[in-house]
Every structure is written in C-alpha cells, then in structure tokens.
C-alpha cells in the first residue's frame, strides 16, 4: 500500500512538472508566440550570402531531471533493506536525474540554419532559425526585426 501512495505520488509530481513547464518555443521562422502578434516588427530586404546547417541545442528547462530523479529514485529504492534501500533511493535520484536531463536535452534538440544576409544598404547579418524551410544563396528575403529581440528570416 506504501509504495502505490509513492508511486502515485512521483506520477503527479512528474506530470505537474510537465504540464507547469509548458512546450519549448518554437526556433521556426514562421512560429510566432502568443505575446507576437498583432506587435509591429522592422522589415529589411537583402539576399542570402550563406547557408550553413548548425544544431540548435535541447531545453535544459529541469522536467528531465525532475522526472528521471523520481524515477530514478523510486527505482533505487526497491533495492537492499534499511539504510540499503535508502542508499539505493539516493542513487537512483542522482543517476535519474542526470540520465533524464540529457534524455530532455538530446529530444529537444532541432537542426536550424545560419542565414547570412546582405541587407539593400550593405549590412551583413546573420540569423539562426529551425531548418524547417529551405534558403539559398542568392535568395530574395526579408528580415524581421521584432522589438522584442526576436529576428527571422522570411522568404520575400
């Protein structure tokens, strides 16, 4: 009766940790957040100079590690008698909570591209985004610039 009270337990702190952690945001250039819209952004056109592919790193947001050291955890503690079995809890939660962590991190990761633009006055810059949309060089494109730092590259 113990452990299925434990065991419920780990399962609603985890999918609290889930839902309160929300979905990373989207690294597209077509993925607006909420607070975005209807929110003006500059607009420059250039064309693309350079491609090139780069990975975008996972969210290390700590759902992974919360979720592994509860499991982990509660793995552990099946092991051994007594202070073994309290050893075992403990070494569970720290070798869960690292194993969750690079788990959330490596399913999190996307691949993106570097696009470096040359703006029609000259400027060069260079904007990284999800790959979810094919550029190339010599491609027409616009650059928008929002006032809250976010910068994308759209196809023009």
């Known amino acids: 009766m113990r452990l299925m009270k434990t ?13 309160l952690s929300g979905c990373p945001s ?6 607006y957040e909420r607070s975005q819209a209807r929110g003006a ?18 969210t290390k947001s700590g759902v992974g590690t919360v979720g592994g050291a509860a499991l982990g955890g509660l793995a552990g503690s099946t092991i051994g008698q ?7 809890a ?6 869960g ?3 969750g962590s690079a788990i959330e991190e490596g ?4 691949p993106g591209l570097e696009i470096t633009v040359r703006l029609d006055n000259g400027r060069m810059l260079a904007i990284t985004q999800a790959a979810d949309e094919p550029f190339y060089r010599g491609d027409r494109v616009q650059v928008l610039a929002g006032y809250d730092g976010t910068t994308r590259v759209a196809h023009y």
Do not use: H, K
């Open 107 to 110: 399913a999190t990761q996307q």
């Open 26 to 31: 989207s690294m597209s250039g077509g993925a």
């Open 82 to 88: 007594g202070r073994g079995r309290i050893a075992g």
């Open 41 to 58: 952004q500059d607009v420059y056109l250039g064309y693309v100079e350079n491609v090139r592919q780069v990975q975008i790193e996972g």
């Open 90 to 95: 403990v070494g569970g939660a720290v070798l």
């Open 7 to 19: 065991v419920a337990t780990i399962v609603v702190v985890a999918a609290a940790s889930l839902v």
């Open 97 to 99: 909570g690292l194993a």
